[in-house]
């Protein structure tokens, strides 16, 4: 296929990449011409300093910005590509906010974090398409099949359930570790240590229901436990921590008398 992308950031870096040992990467496109040339030199293709550069002459274009940007280039991506399918690869945003002006739209969502300095594990990372027709939703499913072994044709409103999901998921978990390594740096603890536990945390998350894994203080409903810990938060002048945690404890405890 010949494919190219509208972004130059952490999602459109990653797709690029893996998607050109398999098809061609015509241009990259970006706001800011200086990251579209350097992406583009590392997947063999040109840079454009607008849409309108863009070949027509292709079979997918995949835009990969904000969420919030994706309606505002829909618009001048259709006047110049209205024969070329269109994917976004955002989570949240529906499938409508590119079907209502461009017919050929679709989604092609990886549920995966990514930051520039890591590789991303393409054979394990759940791959989700969507599109308005059934002959470009075979297309997408086929591209996706080359990437990832887990595809799934899923709905926009599926979609943002796992969105949302994710962010509990993930963007809140890794919050709870920057907050957990501001409590030991306090004390000159290495937060090293804790490794051992968020592993173990982590694969107990994917091997067993969450919710029968909880442990702690909250969950036994042990008070001067808390207590303590809420006061060592308030001494240390660290009320948006303490309530935090005051928070979360009080959800925990209710969820297990509830069982």
Not at 58 to 67: F, M, R, W
Not at 75 to 95: C, M, R, W
Not at 118 to 128: K, Y
Not at 192 to 214: C, F, G, R, W
Request: glycine share 2%; aromatic share 6%.
């Amino acid at each position: 296929m010949r494919i190219s992308l509208i972004g130059a950031g952490r999602v459109a870096h990653h797709l690029a990449r893996v998607l050109s040992q398999h098809h061609q990467i015509m241009q990259i496109y970006s706001r800011s011409l200086e990251p579209a040339q350097t992406l583009a030199a590392q997947v063999g293709a040109t840079a454009a300093a607008n849409i309108s550069e863009i070949n027509p002459e292709i079979d997918l274009v995949i835009i990969a910005v904000s969420d919030q940007a994706i309606a505002s280039i829909i618009t001048e991506t259709h006047q110049h590509l209205a024969d070329v399918l269109i994917v976004h690869t955002s989570g949240s945003t529906d499938i409508e906010v590119l079907a209502k002006t461009h017919a050929r739209a679709g989604v092609f969502y990886p549920l995966q974090t990514f930051s520039l300095d890591r590789e991303i594990p393409w054979s394990d990372t759940p791959l989700f398409v969507e599109a308005k027709s059934e002959v470009d939703l075979v297309l997408l499913s086929q591209l996706a099949s080359q990437l990832s072994s887990r595809v799934y044709q899923y709905t926009s409103a599926q979609r943002l359930s796992l969105h949302l999901a994710a962010v509990f998921a993930c963007n809140f978990s890794n919050y709870c570790y920057d907050m957990a390594k501001q409590v030991v740096d306090a004390q000159q603890v290495d937060f090293s240590l804790l490794y051992p536990l968020i592993l173990e945390t982590t694969n107990k998350a994917v091997q067993h229901d969450p919710k029968q894994m909880q442990t702690g203080p909250a969950m036994r409903g042990d008070q001067n436990i808390l207590a303590m810990h809420q006061q060592m938060l308030q001494d240390a002048n660290r009320d948006d921590l303490k309530n935090i945690y005051s928070l979360m404890s009080q959800h925990i405890l209710q969820s297990h008398q509830q069982k």
